[in-house]
């Protein structure tokens, strides 16, 4: 408040107050003040400023609108313009996006994997490590080794999960004996506002990224834990049984075979993917995909939280060898600590749970015909759209109605 009373007089405290906005979820104040603080005193921010912006940017073109509601972005080059207006055939491949649904899905879903007291369980076990990782800054993921001994709630449930993904390997055409040979697990706690979203991106280490190296794990998944809508007096509620604001989006797209095009960027290949899932968080519930896919989380104007435990399973056949160099290594990746108190540790052998079925939406009405004569027509007619942070085209969205995603 004492920030949006300065009303951003200085450009240090206008750049502030946009990265504040960016944690909140309010992408667009908070571009236009990063863009205005960068643009009076460059001289004054470094790349991490610029690589800020960026994200933002990013995450505005993630935001979901309703109806034609075209959201400007400050501070874009005259070439940014003129490419996204003149080409025309990528936004219509962009507004086709989701209406080609593959044949084999791309995640898989399983409900009621763990019991209420479990799910308690984890939430402590998330809070603690969470915290944990908030105050070690050169550790961003831990690393859970192949047949060592647990040290947390977390680490005793990869256990049960690694059946689950042995099988969504299966099913997304993967050689099931692959999942047998895993090296490891890292994994990492994530909490934020439902406001904020995640930018698509590549499960990559982080560490061999920055290297100009990419390494991707074998598959990616995420426990969904507490997750709620934010209640009249502001205090997130969390409903076991209902689906909750803030779907994880899956597209069929993965990193060229030359993926690297400067240092931390990666190319995507198809350029514009075909295909797109979408997965709602639901308490209890366990997401498997690919650790190859391009994936994010697409933010939402409520005002409750969402948190998951993400684990990327590495298996030897996506390394080199299984040596330290072709897996996550510290000082990002560590092990963690064992706690002192593991009572109630959580049970290996339970039946597997059914998987979930997907529902498939078709968006094939976003074609040019039936009255709509431009794009600006097409995207007139759409409920609900989003760029996805980096589509030429807005695309339509399945929007969550009544605790069920039905059609746009």
Not at 121 to 149: N, R
Not at 231 to 241: C, L, Q, R
Not at 276 to 303: I, K, N
Not at 393 to 407: D, E, I, M, S, T
Request: hydrophobic share 40%; proline share 7%.
């Amino acid at each position: 408040e004492v920030l949006t009373l300065m009303n951003g007089k200085h450009p240090a405290t206008q750049y502030y107050l946009g990265s504040c906005q960016l944690d909140f979820g309010d992408y667009l104040s908070g571009v236009e003040n990063i863009s205005a603080a960068l643009a009076d005193e460059p001289e004054n921010f470094d790349a991490s400023a610029r690589q800020r912006l960026a994200s933002g940017r990013a995450g505005l073109l993630m935001q979901c609108s309703e109806g034609y509601a075209c959201v400007g972005v400050s501070g874009k080059g005259e070439e940014e313009k003129e490419r996204e207006e003149t080409n025309a055939e990528g936004a219509a491949k962009a507004a086709h996006v989701f209406s080609d649904c593959a044949a084999r899905p791309l995640v898989a879903v399983w409900d009621d994997v763990f019991s209420p007291h479990e799910l308690t369980l984890l939430d402590d076990a998330a809070s603690s490590l969470g915290k944990y990782l908030s105050e070690e800054p050169e550790v961003s993921t831990l690393w859970f080794q192949a047949g060592q001994s647990p040290a947390n709630v977390i680490e005793a449930s990869i256990s049960r999960l690694h059946a689950l993904v042995a099988d969504a390997a299966s099913r997304g055409g993967m050689n099931a004996e692959e999942g047998a040979h895993w090296v490891g697990c890292e994994y990492w706690v994530r909490t934020q506002t439902n406001r904020r979203g995640v930018a698509t991106h590549y499960d990559m280490d982080v560490g061999a990224k920055r290297r100009g190296v990419v390494l991707l794990p074998a598959m990616s998944s995420i426990i969904y834990l507490g997750s709620g809508s934010g209640g009249s007096d502001g205090v997130s509620s969390v409903e076991v049984a209902e689906l909750t604001p803030g779907p994880t989006v899956v597209l069929s797209q993965r990193p060229a075979l030359d993926p690297m095009l400067r240092p931390g960027e990666v190319a995507h290949m198809p350029a514009v993917p075909s295909a797109g899932e979408f997965v709602w968080p639901r308490r209890g519930r366990y997401a498997v995909f690919a650790g190859d896919l391009h994936h994010g989380v697409m933010p939402t104007d409520d005002d409750g939280h969402r948190t998951t435990v993400l684990i990327n399973w590495w298996w030897a056949s996506n390394t080199s060898n299984t040596s330290s160099a072709s897996l996550p290594r510290p000082p990002g990746c560590i092990k963690a600590p064992k706690e002192e108190h593991r009572d109630g540790m959580l049970v290996n052998n339970i039946p597997m749970p059914p998987l979930v079925v997907p529902e498939v939406v078709d968006c094939s009405g976003l074609v040019h015909g039936d009255g709509a004569r431009s794009q600006v027509d097409v995207e007139k007619r759409l409920p609900c759209h989003s760029r996805l942070g980096f589509l030429p085209a807005k695309a339509a969205l399945p929007v969550p109605r009544f605790g069920r995603p039905l059609a746009c």
